[in-house]
């Protein structure tokens, strides 16, 4: 009996050494790469690229022409301020692809009714397999915008009808509750012009909620009022400034945000498109990463942290929850499929760095640390909890995780000073760090439970607000600019 | 009875704690602190480098020959920036040239040298920096240097801005056969920034009145170049036609089709479009089977007049939509006797071609 109990307490205490070691694990891995990113980043502080310069060196033959593809699906209240953003791009050669994916809603008609659309007989070659198309519309006024209405088929479905119509060698999916800077799109294609052996470049993406949205532009970067969102921006910043910037400077770049990436158009028939699964845009880097491999391609995954994408995040807990078990649903079934590639010297440090990094930190991360509460509150009821420990140790947690915030935010503010004014910066730092009352526990229970349901492959919907609160009938039309 | 480790342990963990507590809110301070000061010294630094830049455009605006004093002196790396983009900001806007005096007032400012002391820079931003300001400076004779730290500079993004300000630094026509060894010689690294470079050059030779003749002579040798990256020549070109060199059209016709490349014949006939000038290859090319040089040359073949009519009109039968759509979009702005083509076509016995002179008279 005293055995068994002395075993017990031995377990228990190996247990407890396990928590506190994938603690710091995790923690520490997030430091690190805040740390690497910001040695990186400061080396360009200083390189502020003037846009006529830019512009007088690329707008030229040598700019691979993009094809912008907008998935959209019951997008009725944002596809209006997305596609007039998107019209307003600063690229010498591109086309506009919105593929209304059967929607339900007004999506089509509002598109038809505001860009003066008529159908047209656009054949397609069926390079990779979708559900039908029932028609092709052309704009009258601008006819580099096109809508493709089909058959309801999921986002990836339509992400592979836009890269079977698309005309041009780089493909560029945007969502369609997104606003994109008119200058982001330059930046981003000057990658592609420099560096030959770029395949897959992402860009920043950033959080409307809370900004001054006019004339479907940006015009004041602010900090939204919701906790919810604050927490999300803290999120985002570690995310895109951090996690992106460290990951893809240590060519292990696994993701690139479905809100906003371009793709090498033939690298992704190669691969067969989209891959009908809810992670579709970390899918598609991961067979990307391993097609080149395979095939001796000499290539880079890149993120271009300037350039950048706004978009909404949810602004209620349910949305939220439905959003990250899409996302872990996503990572899950990913990482299986690529899971070749684990641990893979092969694949390099694409496979030695960053799928570890995905599958312990990033998958498993919820796992551990919803273990981690549930041993906290056992522990606690069998009275084998030190509180004074505890306590701290709870202490030390929050800290470090505002800490990681407040990096993320003033490694923002260093290279980028987006917002304003510093009261936003100290707001977000501050209010992200609620992230560990409720917040954090919340979105971990969520996914963990989204790891055992990876077979679902719906894709839910996300209520959506519109991103100006503008009437669109007088709206100035892109056709109108030039005037 | 309790050992010593076992009362002692316990406290020690505790205190360890209580450091790294002191540690992450001590960090935590400091990065609200250092947030704070360094948004402020950034304000601060922003401002001045703006009144800085004002002065100097001020100066400049002020600036008569024989007066040299009244340029402000340059004391610092940010001092002789802000000397380059007010000078950016003052001509580029007018598209002139800065006087010769004013010049003379800048080489003796020691403001270049200033700046080239900051050339092996370790930070890739800070020599972008340099680069940029060397160029804002718009001495003639920093082309040489420009050039010589492209031959070595690793960092795409400040070979690039190499390119640009020694583009912008070209005084006579001899210096674009240079830069066109220059990309030709860095074919790793020179993708893409070529056209744009040739364009800039063409541009700044025109602000300083150099002979088209010259430039003629010296744009044959490049093309002429046997060595030469096609895409360079691709690229001189397009820049040729986007520029307008209306006079060195027939050469550039005859020596690419010496070269017999599809993407050079392309390249001429989007260049002769440029120009607003029609070419028999143009006429020639459209109905090509190669539908790229089909596409370029419809699409070229508006400033042919309405002798190419017919031609473009059979192409709105082709089994590539891309060619079709290029033809009807072209018929369009082809004036009466496009639209006649495309009433008439309305009418085809091909439903592909009848489809798209609808879309077309649709657009109007």
């Known amino acids: 009996m005293f055995l068994s109990l002395l075993s017990l307490a031995n377990t228990l205490l190996c247990f407890q050494v396990l928590v506190l070691l994938i603690f710091l694990i995790i923690n520490g891995s997030y430091t690190y790469v805040t740390i690497f990113a910001f040695q ?3 080396k360009s502080v200083d390189a502020k690229p003037d846009l006529a310069q830019l512009l007088a060196l690329t707008k030229s033959a040598n700019m691979r022409p993009i094809s912008i593809v907008v998935p959209a699906y019951n997008e009725q209240v944002t596809i209006l301020d997305t596609v007039l953003a998107a019209t307003r791009i600063n690229y010498p050669e591109f086309e ?68 079977n119509f698309s005309r041009y060698p780089l493909f560029c999916a945007i969502d369609a509750d997104s606003i994109i800077d008119p200058d982001a799109l330059l930046r981003m294609g000057h990658q592609f012009l420099i560096n030959r052996e770029l395949i897959a470049a992402g860009g920043s993406v950033r959080v409307l909620n809370g900004c001054v949205v006019e004339d479907s532009r940006v015009t004041r970067v602010r900090s939204p009022r919701s906790i919810l ?34 793709f090498r158009k033939d690298l992704m028939l190669a691969i067969g498109g ?45 949305s939220l929850l439905h959003q990250r078990n899409r996302w872990q649903r996503g990572l899950v079934d990913s990482i299986w499929h690529n899971r070749v590639m684990l641990f893979n010297p092969k694949y390099g440090k694409a496979g030695t760095v960053g799928m570890p990094f995905f599958l312990f930190i990033e998958l498993f991360g919820p796992l551990m640390e919803f273990i981690g509460y549930i041993s906290f509150i056992l522990f606690f009821i069998f009275n084998m909890l030190n509180p004074v420990f505890a306590l701290l140790f709870f202490m030390i947690s929050i800290l470090w995780g505002m800490w990681l915030n407040t990096a993320a935010v003033t490694l923002d503010n260093f290279v980028q000073h987006k917002y304003e004014s510093l009261f936003d910066s100290y707001k977000i730092a501050i209010l992200g760090s609620f992230e560990y009352i409720g917040y954090r526990q919340l979105v971990a229970v969520e996914r963990l439970i989204s790891t055992f349901q990876v077979t679902r492959t719906h894709w839910g919907k996300a209520e959506r607000k519109d991103l100006t609160n503008e009437d669109k009938t007088n709206a100035i039309k892109p056709w109108d600019i030039d005037k | 009875m309790h050992t010593l480790d076992a009362i002692v342990f316990p406290y020690l963990v505790v205190v360890l704690l209580w450091v790294v507590i002191a540690f992450f809110v001590v960090s935590i301070a400091a990065l609200f602190v250092g947030l704070g000061i360094h948004k402020r010294h950034l304000a601060k630094r922003e401002s001045n480098y703006r009144r800085q830049i004002e002065a100097y455009a001020h100066a400049i605006s002020q600036f008569r020959e024989g007066d040299e004093t009244c340029l402000p002196s340059v004391a610092d790396l940010d001092a002789a920036c802000a000397l380059g983009a007010a000078l950016t900001e003052t001509f580029r806007a007018q598209d002139i040239l800065p006087q010769t005096a004013l010049l003379e007032a800048i080489r003796n400012s020691g403001a270049a040298t200033l700046v080239m002391a900051h050339l ?38 400040v070979f690039g801005n190499c390119l640009y300000a020694a583009a912008n630094s070209v005084s006579r026509p001899d210096q674009i056969r240079t830069l066109f060894d220059l990309i030709n010689s860095r074919r790793d690294i020179s993708a893409g920034y070529d056209e744009g470079m040739f364009r800039l050059a063409i541009q700044a030779l025109r602000r300083r009145d150099a002979q088209l003749e010259a430039l003629a002579a010296v744009l044959r040798l490049c093309l002429q170049s046997a060595e030469a990256d096609e895409q360079h020549l691709l690229a001189l070109v397009l820049a040729v036609g986007k520029e307008q060199l209306v006079a060195f059209k027939n050469d550039m016709v005859s020596i690419v089709r010496s070269r017999g490349s599809a993407r050079l014949t ?49 192409e709105l039968r082709s089994t590539d939509f891309n060619v079709r759509y290029a033809a009807a979009v072209t018929l369009s702005k082809l ?30």
């Open chain 1, 274 to 318: 989209f891959r009908k699964t809810v992670g579709e845009d970390m899918d598609l880097v991961l067979r990307l990463h391993r097609y080149c491999v395979d095939h001796d391609i000499k290539y880079k995954v890149y993120f271009v942290s300037e350039p950048v994408c706004w978009t909404q995040v949810p602004s209620d807990v349910f």
């Open chain 1, 96 to 163: 506009i692809l919105i593929v209304n994916d059967g929607s339900t809603d007004e999506t089509l008609q509002r598109l038809i009714e505001f860009f003066d659309m008529v159908p047209i007989a656009r054949p397609a070659r069926m390079l990779v397999d979708t559900t039908p198309s029932r028609g092709v519309y052309v704009s009258r006024r601008n006819p580099n915008l096109w809508v493709i209405d089909k058959e309801n088929g999921g986002k990836a479905d339509a992400l592979n009808t836009g890269l």
């Open chain 1, 40 to 42: 990186h980043l400061r």
């Open chain 2, 120 to 157: 092996d820079a370790k930070n890739w931003g800070e020599r972008f920096r340099v680069v940029t300001a060397l160029g804002d400076l718009r001495l003639p004779e920093l082309f040489d240097k420009l050039v010589e730290i492209a031959h070595s500079e690793p960092h795409m993004s």
């Open chain 2, 335 to 364: 004036g009466e006797n496009g639209r006649n083509e495309l009433i008439e076509r309305r009418q085809d016995s091909d439903p592909f071609a009848r489809d798209m002179a609808a879309f077309a008279l649709s657009v109007g």
């Open chain 1, 229 to 262: 969102a604050n927490i999300q921006i803290a999120e985002y910043l570690r995310s895109f400034m951090a996690g992106r910037v460290a990951l893809s400077e240590y060519d292990s770049l696994l993701i690139i945000s479905g809100a906003f990436g371009i």
């Open chain 2, 266 to 314: 392309a390249a001429v006939m989007r260049a002769a479009h440029s120009m607003g000038l029609c070419d028999s290859i143009i006429s020639e090319h459209v109905g090509s089977t190669d539908p790229m040089l089909n596409i370029a040359a419809i699409r070229s073949a508006e400033c042919c007049g309405s002798d190419i009519v017919p031609l473009i009109g059979r």
